[in-house]
C-alpha cells in the first residue's frame, strides 16, 4: 500500500499554484477584507481568499459547493493556501469562513471513503492528517466564522482554530456526529475536542454523536461567541485585534506548547493510524453503513 503520498507532491500534480479565481471573483479587484482597496482576491477553484496584508490578515472562503464536503481536492487547496499565506510575512492571522449559503462544512467527503480501493483511502487519509496538523499547528492567529451546519470532519476543522464564532441560527449545528454514521472519530479529533470543550463533555458528545446549536455550542465552550448572522464576519475580524495585539512570537510558542503535546501523539503514529484508516474502511460492514447514510442523505428530498 502507497502510505508515503507526499501532499506536497499531491499538491503539485493537483494545481498550478494560484490559479485564477473563477466565478464572480474572477480577474478583479474586489474590496480586501478588512476594507482595504485595491488588494487582489486570489486563490483556486474551491478556496478563495481576501487578503488584507495592510492590516495583517486573510479571509479564507471555503466554496466547495453543495457543502463543502472535504474532498481530497478540497483538502489539497486549503492547505495550499494556508501555505501561501504562511509563508508571506505580511499576515499574521486568517479568518476561515465559508461561501455556501448556510453552510460551514459537511466534513469529510463520503464519497471519497466509499468504494474507493486502500491506496486511495491511505492518500486521503493522509491528506485530512494534513489538513488537521497543518492548522492546528499553524503559527498565524486562526479564526473560525462559522456561518453554517458544521459537521464531523468541519467541525475539527474549526477546532482547530484559535477562535470561534457561530452565527445564531438554530440550524447552524456543529459537532463530531461521526457515531451517527457508523464510524469512529479517530484519538486525534477527539483529543481535539478534550481540549476544547473538556472530557465529560466531549465523551458524552462523542458517543452520542451530537451536533450542538449555537446556544449549546457556546454554553459547552465548543464555539467562543454567538452573533447574528451578519455580524459573524465583522465579529471575527473584531476578536482578531486582541489577538494581533500579543507580541508575535510570545503568542506564537504558547500555542506550540498548548498544541504540540497532542499534534505530536498523531506525528508519532502516523502510519498507523493511516494502516487503521484503511482497515477500518475498507470493512464490507462500515461500507454499507456509509452506503446507506449517504443514500438517506438523498432520500430526505423525495
Ligand atoms: C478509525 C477509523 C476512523 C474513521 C473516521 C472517519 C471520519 C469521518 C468524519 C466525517 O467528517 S464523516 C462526514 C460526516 N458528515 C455528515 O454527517 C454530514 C452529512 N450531510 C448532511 O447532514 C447534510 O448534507 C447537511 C450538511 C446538513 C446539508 O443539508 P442540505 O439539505 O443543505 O444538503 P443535502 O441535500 O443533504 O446535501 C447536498 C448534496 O451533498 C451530498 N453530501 C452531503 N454531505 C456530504 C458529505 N459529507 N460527503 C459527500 N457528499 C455529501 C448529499 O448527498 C447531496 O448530494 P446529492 O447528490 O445532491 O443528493
Avoid at 190 to 196: E, R, S
Avoid at 292 to 301: A, G, I, R, S, T
Wanted: proline share 6%; aromatic share 8%.
Amino acid at each position: 500500500m502507497a502510505l508515503a503520498v507526499g501532499i506536497r507532491g499531491l499538491t503539485r500534480s493537483l494545481l498550478r499554484p494560484w490559479v485564477r479565481v473563477p466565478g464572480p471573483a474572477r480577474g478583479r479587484t474586489e474590496p480586501a477584507a478588512g476594507g482595504g482597496d485595491g488588494v487582489r482576491c486570489f486563490g483556486s477553484p474551491r478556496v478563495l481568499v481576501e487578503p488584507d496584508p495592510a492590516a495583517g490578515f486573510a479571509v479564507m472562503k471555503m466554496r466547495n459547493p453543495p457543502v463543502n464536503s472535504l474532498s481530497l481536492e478540497f483538502l489539497t487547496e486549503l492547505l495550499i493556501s494556508l501555505e501561501k499565506l504562511e509563508s508571506d510575512k505580511a499576515f499574521h492571522a486568517i479568518i476561515l469562513t465559508s461561501d455556501c449559503p448556510g453552510i460551514f462544512s459537511a466534513g469529510l467527503d463520503l464519497m471519497e471513503m466509499c468504494g474507493r480501493d486502500p491506496t486511495h483511502y491511505a492518500e486521503y487519509w493522509k491528506a485530512v492528517q494534513e489538513l488537521w496538523l497543518r492548522f492546528y499547528l499553524s503559527h498565524l492567529v486562526v479564526i473560525s466564522a462559522i456561518n453554517g451546519v458544521n459537521a464531523a470532519g468541519g467541525c475539527l476543522l474549526a477546532l482547530s482554530c484559535d477562535y470561534r464564532v457561530l452565527a445564531d441560527n438554530p440550524k447552524y449545528a456543529m459537532g463530531l456526529n461521526e457515531t451517527l454514521l457508523g464510524i469512529i472519530a479517530p484519538f486525534w479529533f477527539k483529543d481535539t475536542l478534550v481540549n476544547t470543550v473538556g472530557h465529560r463533555t466531549a465523551e458524552r458528545a462523542l458517543q452520542l454523536g451530537l451536533l450542538f446549536p449555537p446556544a449549546e455550542a457556546l454554553q459547552v465552550g465548543m464555539v467562543d461567541k454567538v452573533v447574528p448572522e451578519d455580524q459573524v464576519l465583522s465579529a471575527a475580524r473584531s476578536e482578531l485585534a486582541q489577538w494581533l495585539a500579543i507580541p508575535g512570537h510570545a503568542r506564537q510558542l504558547t500555542k506550540s506548547l498548548m498544541r504540540k503535546p497532542t499534534a505530536d501523539r498523531l506525528l508519532k503514529e502516523r502510519d498507523a493510524d493511516i494502516q487503521n484508516f484503511v482497515r477500518f474502511i475498507s470493512r464490507d460492514a462500515i461500507q454499507k453503513a456509509l452506503r446507506v447514510y449517504l443514500e438517506k442523505l438523498k432520500q430526505k428530498k423525495t
